[in-house]
Nanobody, 122 residues
């Protein structure tokens, strides 16, 4: 079974920075795309950033220029460096992996992490 575990969330002041990590574990051969989504109170879950295995990235307009997504394929880990944080960035951030191929070449469409809370407040 493949699992995603996030870490790095917490409380930060406006203008501050946080670095989120998400490690995929299990019998994994490869992961096509990994990404970060977030859900603010009373809002629907939205895309923050995604990154392909080759390193191609897509960022939401609301975070472009402030957040940077990266990944380490050897560790099956994705990161989100968040700078110049704003109160509107407050949300539960969820890690996502899509197009997972297991060591037995079994394909798993998508797996979600449990979420980590990021609070931006004075």
């Amino acid at each position: 079974q493949v699992q995603l575990v996030e870490s790095g969330g917490g409380l930060v002041q406006p203008g501050g920075s946080l670095r989120l990590s998400c490690a995929a574990s299990g019998s994994i051969f490869s992961i096509n795309t990994m990404g970060w989504y977030r859900q603010a109170p009373g809002k629907e879950r939205e895309l923050v950033a995604v990154i392909s295995r080759s390193g191609s990235t897509t960022d939401a307009n609301s975070v472009k220029g402030r957040f940077t997504i990266s990944r380490d394929n050897a560790k099956n880990t994705v990161y989100l460096q968040m700078n110049s944080l704003k109160p509107e960035d407050t949300a539960v951030y969820y890690c996502n992996a899509e197009g997972i191929r297991t060591m037995t070449l079994y394909n798993i469409r998508e797996v979600w992490g449990q979420g980590t809370l990021v609070t931006v407040s004075s």
